[in-house]
């Protein structure tokens, strides 16, 4: 639909909102900002150069891209589309990863995510998902080597050249010094080595549940509280809804408060499951994404409790500590069967598309 | 509410809330304009088959004098809007969506602005309904919104089905707008004494006046001027297009939803425009036909946009002189900026449905280039009618206008919300005015096809009988010679029933 063939030169509506493709995506960008920037704080140097090599990857790859098909590249990149997928992804990676799995990722996300598919709009999936667990299934290690926070402008934090060669992978020893687990991890290997979470989770090796999100994890994953922010702000500028982030949230919070009250020392609580992981990422801005969730409301409700419920069937059951990401993209799959059966109800008719009866 | 709102949604959830840009205009005081000189009076402006010229070319007519009849149950006569000589009958470029040329009856004014004989009355409440109709109708009054359609025949319908609730339309909901605002703020009187025959010509027990809230004087005058009537309410509706659409404004003011394949009668409501009622009364109080309107002038383009009272026909450029030309118009527009119709040139004459005339700067015409798609759902979410906008766009690019049809795309009453939201600025109503015009195509075609088939079998089947009738007859002549021959021989009658008489088929093979 980029160049609409049943067109009249001029015709009504003489009038145009003043909404816009990139004035959605610079918003969605300007709302993830706080927590980003939280995050280059917190993981320092590395973080940064891990953030804008993926960016400006996925940024390359859509180019290539546009530029093979024969599509304006400059007019295109102005959408900011590609900046905000490269963006994202850099948010759920972990902070100190080599900068190969920037590049890797990011050109992954745009080429082979979104425009193999044909472009902006045409994508099943979330390209950022896809280059995420892409990156897990074939670099299992370094795509789950956290860090522990180090603050910038903290004793021993590595200054921007040491940074620079923390991502370029020439002072491996410094992640070696700084490497972590992430709660979902810590409790899970604790599990599996037969210490239940009343006592795995008392540990003083016990990564601390902080509501700022001083620990370890992605970007994306510690400041939940900036993210959560930053999706009022997109709930308030109206440029997403209440029904997806809402049904995700209260889906998961609603398992896992059943399931850790029913064996406390087998189930994580409500509150890990919020705060930690891409909860808050997922469902303000990846379950969000408008090319692939429902369409309709209802549809989006069905969308956002089938993420909820597969995120928490993953984390607890599942091969991967965390699930998100895998939960986004099977949703993804079934998006057209929900636009396919939940539409909207048509004035003057029921919901099956029939004429209202008259009433007398 | 508030926050609660903003987030959770909005009421009603329906349409947009474009910029009014109503102001200064609806502020303007009304004006008149200085008479035209040359006014062409177009044949069709109304719902329904062009009106028939009475007059000749060189005939002398004064004002409010018929010039063409209705033609048809569906139609409108036509009256001069000025006193003067026709000087031409003939086909001109008139403001109508098809772009075709129409024909149009000029007059040039001979400046007097002489009436007619006129014919009120004194109290037309005491008229039985059935008379008010034929007035109306008489007088060429029709749906002055926009929607054009003979307020007559409206009336007849909603006797018909008993309807209880005159619904009065003074949503004005297209931006720009303000001839509806003006006809309440100065002339209120009139419009309650009209929709107050209305009533009485239908049969009704109320009625409910639907205001924008962003009309706040209106609503003062219309409330003033109602008072005295307990069954003529004033009711404040959000403004929100599209507010002024028949079926929006009766879900907002009775709850009753339209069905989908029935008229707003039949759910006991009838919509009649303020303008329309103003009309009525001028009709029936003064017996004066419908020969001038109040026209909203408004666009970055002039230099005093407001609202004039401009005799029918009426060449655009004048009043486009009138409101003064700041610039070079980059777009002219007829009617408001979310459903008007471009304008070829200025030479075209204003009609009876023509609530504006905008004259857009370069700024305002500009057109943001359409994008891909981005299914955000915000096309969805402002169809005033719950219909998929985006689906059905994607269904007519692919050329599958079945699939699309199978979406309710007759159900589009072609508001333009879709495409006013959309941030891909994708022409969403473009692609539905051009499916429904195929479909509709491909109806009559059908239909054509259809009966063009029958009579053809029809034919084939007649000739089939002939020539079954001709070669039967034939064999009886041969058979009763023989007879005759044989009895001249042997004496015995012919024998009729040896002939076997087939009977004639109906069907053809
Ligand atoms: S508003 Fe435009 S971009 Fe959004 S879903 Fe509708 S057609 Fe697509
Ligand atoms: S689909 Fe039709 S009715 Fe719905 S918003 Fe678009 S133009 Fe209006």
Known sequence: MITPRHVAPVAAPHAAGANSVARVMLWVAAALLPATLFGFWLYGWPALHLWWITTASAILGEALCLRLRRQPVRASLRDASALLTGWLLALSLPPWAPWWIGVVGGLFATVIGKQVFGGLGQNLFNPAMVARVMLLISFPVPMTLWTAPIPLLSANAPGFVDGLRITFGTLPAALDAMSSATLFGYARSELSRGVDLLQSLAATQAPPLSLVGERAGSMGETASLLLAAGGLLLLGLRLITWHIPFAMLATLALLASLMHGSDPARYLSAGTHLLSGGAMLGAFFIATDYVTSPNTSLGQFIFGAGVGFLTYVIRTWGGYPEGVAFAVLLMNALTPVIDRYVKPRIYGRDRHGRPLEIES | ?509
């Open chain 2, 1 to 509: 509410m508030g926050i609660l709102e903003k987030i959770l949604g909005r009421h009603p959830h329906w349409g947009v809330h474009p910029d009014d840009h109503k102001r200064p205009a609806a502020d303007a005081p009304l004006r008149s304009l200085p008479l035209p000189e040359v006014l062409r009076v177009p044949l069709q402006q109304h719902v329904g088959s062009p009106a028939r010229p009475v007059v000749l070319v060189g005939e002398r007519v004064l004002k409010g004098d018929l010039i063409a009849e209705p033609n048809g149950n569906i139609s409108a006569p036509v009256h001069a809007p000025t006193s003067g000589r026709i000087s031409a009958i003939g086909e001109i470029t008139a403001p109508h969506p098809s772009g075709l040329p129409q024909l149009a009856i000029t007059i040039t004014a001979d400046g007097a602005d002489t009436w007619c004989e006129r014919q009120p009355v004194a109290d037309p409440l005491a008229l039985a309904p059935e008379e008010i109709s034929r007035r109306t109708a008489a007088a060429g009054v029709v749906g002055l919104g926009g929607a054009t359609f003979p307020a007559a025949v409206k009336f007849n319908l909603g006797r018909r089905l008993r309807v209880g609730t005159l619904i009065v339309n003074g949503g004005e909901c297209e931006p720009y707008l303000s001839a509806d605002d003006r006809i309440m703020r100065d002339r209120a009187t009139e419009v309650v004494d009209g929709l107050r025959i209305v009533m009485h010509a239908i049969g009704a027990r109320e009625a409910l006046v639907g205001i924008e809230d962003n009309k706040p004087q209106a609503i003062t005058a219309m409330r003033a001027a109602a008072a005295a009537f307990g069954h003529v309410q004033v009711r404040v509706v959000p403004a929100r297009y599209p507010m002024g659409s028949d079926k929006q404004l009766i879900q907002t003011l009775t709850g009753k939803e339209v069905p989908a394949d029935a008229r707003a009668a039949e759910v006991g409501v009838l919509v009649h425009n303020v303008s329309t009622c103003a009309a009525v009364h001028r009709a029936l109080r003064h017996g004066e036909p419908l020969v001038e309107r109040i026209v909203t002038l408004n666009g970055g383009a002039l230099t005093r946009p407001g609202n004039v009272l401009a005799p029918i026909g009426t060449p655009v450029v004048d009043l486009l002189r009138f409101a003064g030309i700041r610039e070079r118009p980059a777009r002219l527009i007829l009617g408001g900026p979310m459903m008007g119709i471009v304008l070829p040139h200025a030479r075209v004459p204003i009609v009876k449905g023509a609530s504006g005339v905008l004259a857009f700067d370069a700024a305002e015409a500009r057109t943001p280039a359409a994008g891909p798609c981005i299914r955000c759902g915000s096309c969805t979410r402002a169809c005033p009618m719950g219909l998929l906008p985006l689906e059905m766009a994607s269904r007519i690019d692919a050329d599958d206008l079945d699939g699309a049809a199978g979406l309710a795309l007759s159900d589009c009453i072609g508001c333009g919300c879709c495409t006013y939201v959309c941030p891909s600025h994708i022409p969403l109503v473009q692609y539905f005015s051009y499916a429904k015009g195929e479909l509709s195509t491909r109806e009559r075609n059908r239909l054509r096809e259809a009966a063009t088939r029958r009579l053809a079998e029809e034919r084939a089947a007649r000739l089939q009988r002939e020539a079954r009738e001709k070669a039967v007859a034939a064999a009886r002549r041969k058979a009763e010679r023989a007879a005759t021959k044989a009895a001249a021989g042997a004496g015995v009658p012919p024998l009729r029933e040896r002939v076997v008489v087939t009977p004639t088929s109906e069907t053809a093979t």
